[in-house]
């Protein structure tokens, strides 16, 4: 590139994912969540624990597995904390999932079907992954007016993104517990919580 240092790309840039200091008093890996309510619980749980200790925005996320209501891994928006645009706690959660299962998709040949609960609308980005991550179904709480109405920049998301999905087997549940969700986003606010839109 002009204007650039080309022996600075010679070295081998690390890219380090990992979860704050209180996400084990959160949520405990394998533990059995019995229905949508709960799992939904857990995620807004991550989302408000994220606001309330500092370590980023009002969003939580979890994978499960559908079918045992076993969880996986929970995610949480992580883009200031690790300086990172792509860490929204879907792509968190989606990572860390991945990792646990020890494969690039959740729903490799073998696998049961994995879930993702999310505390907010996924933007267009963990929209997009969705469809990669493997997941077959995903929940959703708070919607992306919730979002915008705090100045959150939630991208190019329309009804056809959604029915691409639906279209692939991925069923898409919203609106569960959405006032709940709903106010970890003012809790955000009432913090002067920082808007990272880029």
């Known amino acids: 590139m002009p204007g650039s240092d080309q022996s600075s790309l010679t070295g081998s840039p690390v890219v380090h994912v990992d979860y704050p200091s ?58 200031v904390r690790l300086g990172n645009s792509t860490l929204h706690g879907e792509m968190v959660a989606f990572m860390m999932a991945q990792r646990v299962v020890g494969s690039f998709s959740l729903s490799a040949p073998g696998m049961p079907v994995h879930e993702l609960f999310t505390s907010c609308e996924p933007c267009a980005m963990c929209l997009g992954a969705t469809l990669w991550s493997g997941v077959r179904r995903v929940v959703y709480c708070a919607g992306r007016e919730d979002a915008a109405r705090h100045d959150f920049e939630e991208g190019p998301v329309f009804p056809a993104s959604y029915r691409y999905l639906e279209d692939r087997g991925i069923e898409i549940v919203r609106d569960l517990l959405r006032d709940e969700a709903r106010a970890v986003l003012e809790l955000y606010r009432t913090k002067n919580g920082r808007i990272y839109n880029g």
């Open 22 to 79: 209180w996400v084990a008093g959160v949520a405990e890996r394998g533990a059995v969540y019995p229905d949508d309510e709960s799992k939904m619980r857990l995620a807004i749980a991550v989302s408000r624990a994220n606001v309330e200790h500092g370590t980023g925005g009002p969003f939580g996320a979890a994978v499960f597995e559908k079918a045992s209501g076993r969880l996986v891994a929970v995610g949480m928006n992580s883009v």
